[in-house]
T-cell receptor, first 113, second 112 residues
Framework: AQKVTQAQTEISVVEKEDVTLDCVYE???????LFWYKQPPSGELVFLIR??????QNEISGRYSWNFQKSTSSFNFTITASQVVDSAVYFC??????????FGTGTRLQVFP | GVSQSPSNKVTEKGKDVELRCDPI?????LYWYRQTLGQGPEFLTY????????KSRLLSDRFSAERPKGSFSTLEIQRTEQGDSAMYLC????????????FGEGSWLTVV
């Protein structure tokens, strides 16, 4: 069965601190996709990244970076120099390629000025 | 983007409600998810054009979804129960092109 675990329920940081959100997944599929979404108070899920199981290269996009390690089944997300606007709930999700997403329980990030 | 209506709905237990989703134009796949407080979204059902291809066990007989003509979709909940209180999210994707799944802002349903 597929499963996504986000052990950190809530994280609080002060602006400009770096923060890492953990994601551990379980799947028996050899081909799968991993995602991160941001959910601000408005409720809409904002797509951040999609990564397939064959691409373990880390990715950086501005202040965001992602570390994918198949050996530990982890897909962690780091925000560098956090800002108040980064405050939201972040979800990690897994798909077997059918586009049906299995979400974790989310990590609420609060960035204080 | 993906539009959902109503954004908020308060209904009395036992009443029927209908939620609507307008996907991004030309997106051929449409998904419904349900999200309760403190949890991640859970898959309910999805459509490929007008065909409903899969339904989750979470979707009881009181729930029915349609996507006539492969455009907008409706999710109807009959005889609502307090346990149906949740945010219902719709998502769409153009299968075969980019594969980015876009979500709407959701419809908050409160059953009192």
């Amino acid at each position: 069965a597929q499963k996504v675990t986000q052990a950190q329920t809530e994280i609080s940081v002060v602006e400009k601190e770096d923060v890492t959100l953990d994601c551990v997944y379980e799947t028996r599929d050899t081909t799968y996709y991993l995602f991160w979404y941001k959910q601000p108070p408005s409720g809409e899920l904002v797509f951040l990244i999609r990564r397939n199981s064959f691409d373990e290269q880390n990715e950086i996009s501005g202040r965001y970076s992602w570390n994918f390690q198949k050996s530990t089944s982890s897909f962690n997300f780091t925000i560098t120099a956090s800002q108040v606007v980064d405050s939201a709930v972040y979800f990690c999700a897994l798909s077997d390629g059918t586009d049906k997403l299995i979400f974790g329980t989310g990590t609420r990030l609060q960035v204080f000025p | 983007g993906v539009s959902q209506s109503p954004s908020n709905k308060v209904t009395e237990k036992g009443k029927d409600v209908e939620l609507r989703c307008d996907p991004i134009s030309e997106h051929n796949r449409l998904y419904w998810y349900r999200q309760t407080l403190g949890q991640g979204p859970e898959f309910l059902t999805y459509f490929q054009n007008e065909a409903q291809l899969e339904k989750s066990r979470l979707l009881s007989d009181r729930f029915s979804a349609e996507r006539p003509k492969g455009s907008f979709s409706t999710l109807e909940i009959q005889r609502t129960e307090q346990g149906d209180s949740a945010m219902y999210l719709c998502a769409s994707i153009h299968r075969g092109s980019g594969n980015t799944i876009y979500f709407g802002e959701g419809s908050w349903l409160t059953v009192v």
